[in-house]
């Protein structure tokens, strides 16, 4: 990737197709594995044998490893292939890494909420990553904000 205006939008583009990959490819498993879960966890809480307070932690502290490895290897393979996360004291690598952690963290986050709200597996399934990319496109990636319709700019405040 070359230093001149091409550049930057490339790089500009090769972290946000990275960024958007792994918020899908994060949210997908989150909902495969906790719909299922949900009705015997709804089921066990009813019946005391823990609390939401105990489930939750746990559940985040067990999940925390999937949330912090699998950006740290796609950016080692993606990263340095294209020249992206090469500095020679590694900041850069450092700041992507935490850039990518944090988006999957909240995809994860979200994920997890739209697990709550759905009915069946279906919904959940077709609603974590429906919802991902108009929240990508209307919080200003694609179109700057101030170029947005009136009708799409209160999006940008809540997403």
């Known amino acids: 990737i070359g230093t001149d205006t091409k550049g930057v939008n490339d790089r500009?583009?090769?972290?946000?197709?990275?960024?958007?990959?792994l918020a899908v490819v994060n949210a997908i498993p989150v909902v495969i594995a906790v719909m299922p879960e949900l009705a015997v966890v709804r089921k066990?809480?009813?019946?005391?044998w823990y609390?939401?307070?105990?489930?939750?932690?746990?559940?985040?502290?067990?999940?925390?490893?999937l949330?912090?490895?699998?950006?740290a290897i796609f950016l080692a393979i993606a990263g340095f292939m294209s020249?992206?996360?090469?500095?020679?004291t590694g900041?850069?690598?450092f700041m992507i890494w935490?850039?990518?952690?944090?988006?999957?963290?909240?995809t994860h986050a979200w994920a997890l909420m739209i697990c709550g709200l759905a009915p069946s597996l279906d919904v959940a399934f077709l609603a974590a990553p429906g919802s991902?990319?108009?929240?990508?496109?209307?919080?200003?990636?694609?179109?700057?904000?101030?170029?947005?319709?009136?009708?799409?700019?209160?999006?940008t405040y809540i997403d």
């Not at 500009?12 to 990959?21: A, D, G, P, R």
């Not at 020249?83 to 020679?88: G, R």
């Not at 991902?132 to 999006?155: C, E, H």
Request: hydrophobic share 55%; no cysteine; aromatic share 14%.
């Open 132 to 155: 991902i990319m108009p929240m990508a496109v209307l919080s200003g990636f694609f179109v700057n904000q101030q170029d947005m319709s009136w009708v799409f700019r209160w999006f």
């Open 91 to 93: 900041d850069r690598f």
């Open 83 to 88: 020249n992206l996360a090469n500095s020679e």
């Open 44 to 48: 066990e809480v009813r019946n005391n």
């Open 12 to 21: 500009v583009s090769l972290l946000l197709f990275m960024m958007l990959f």
């Open 51 to 65: 609390s939401p307070r105990a489930y939750i932690p746990a559940k985040i502290i067990t999940e925390t490893p």
């Open 67 to 71: 949330l912090i490895f699998p950006p």
């Open 98 to 106: 935490l850039t990518l952690i944090l988006v999957v963290s909240a």
